[in-house]
């Protein structure tokens, strides 16, 4: 029995290999693109999938990826008909808690305009509101937005959720396309953590925007397609928005002339809120094996057919 670890994006291979065969020492270790005898080859996790490039692996039992988003992928002709899991921890990944929670903490504590005061040289406080004042609005409920949501009900921000089915998280919810207007009417702070699907394709947009309170905020850390570019640009140069922070791109890297990079209402961020490295993914490969060989589905295992 062996798995191949493609483009994993973090670790080299002795850390990689000590790591798993300590836990599970009858598993051997191979590294694309030294395959070795693809007969073998029962378990593939990856980062970014070569399945152009892939041979046939007719003994494959399953795949685990570290991408959060699969939808560069999931509709690929080549991608084996196996299960697929996520490398996500069930419990959320604190990276990507921390990360939300700093942004909509800095939004909110008016950070960015601060920053502007200081490039001018400006003493000045600006008015501040209390969190249970302000409307929190996750698009997404998942595995990596529930724990920032529920943080930041517990600083007593008025925080709700968006989600396509109804979700009883003991947060607000609302759900459905029937249900957005009224949930991004109530929300000053929107945070996304969607999946990428037809549906969501393009979510923050004139139209969205134009339903949410004059002068708020985005936060995206979603997908780059999630976001118009056109239509933030301008929802933000006409004070719809006051200020987003974007972390995903469309293309990434972003293109030196975006016109994101030089916004004063825009921060940039090189797709870094989830980093995750060896000793956080390791052991979640070893736990979906085990549970695999054992008979049980993998932990985070991904729908086909609504592409997460």
């Known amino acids: 029995m062996a798995l191949l670890i493609s483009n994993i994006l973090t670790g080299d291979a002795e850390i990689w290999r000590a790591a798993i065969t300590k836990e599970l020492p009858d598993l051997e270790v191979r590294f694309w693109p030294d395959v070795g005898d693809a007969n073998d080859i029962e378990y593939i996790a990856f980062g970014r999938p070569n399945f152009d490039e892939f041979p046939a692996f007719p003994n494959l039992k399953a795949m685990l990826t570290r991408q959060a988003g699969v939808d560069g992928f999931i509709r690929h002709p080549k991608i084996p008909d196996v299960p697929l899991g996520k490398l996500e921890p069930t419990s959320g990944d604190p990276m990507m808690t921390e990360y939300t929670v700093m942004h909509v903490l800095r939004l909110h504590r008016n950070m960015p305009e601060y920053e502007a005061r200081q490039a001018a040289k400006e003493w ?26 529920k943080i930041l009900q ?9 989600t396509r089915t109804a979700k009883d998280d003991g947060i607000p919810n609302f759900h459905g396309p029937d249900q957005l207007e009224a949930f991004l009417n109530r929300t000053d702070i929107a945070v996304c953590l969607l999946p990428l699907t037809a549906e969501t394709n393009g979510i923050l947009c004139a139209r969205t925007f134009a339903m949410m309170p004059k002068g708020a905020m985005v936060v995206n850390i979603g997908r780059g397609e999630h976001v118009v570019v056109e239509d933030l640009i301008a929802a933000l140069d006409s004070g719809q928005l006051s200020y987003a922070a974007l972390d995903a791109h469309t293309p990434e890297p972003l293109p030196p002339e975006s016109p994101l990079w030089d916004h004063p209402k825009i921060t940039v961020m090189p797709h870094v809120a989830r980093r995750p490295p060896v000793s956080q993914l390791a052991p979640q490969i070893v736990e979906n094996i085990r549970r695999f060989e054992a008979g049980d589905s993998l932990l985070q295992e991904v729908d086909k057919e609504t592409g997460y």
């Open 154 to 162: 517990q600083l007593e921000f008025n925080v709700a959720s968006w």
């Open 124 to 149: 000045k406080p600006v008015d501040q509101l209390r969190p249970e004042d302000r409307g929190v609005g996750f698009l997404g409920l998942g595995t990596m937005a529930r724990p920032p949501a």
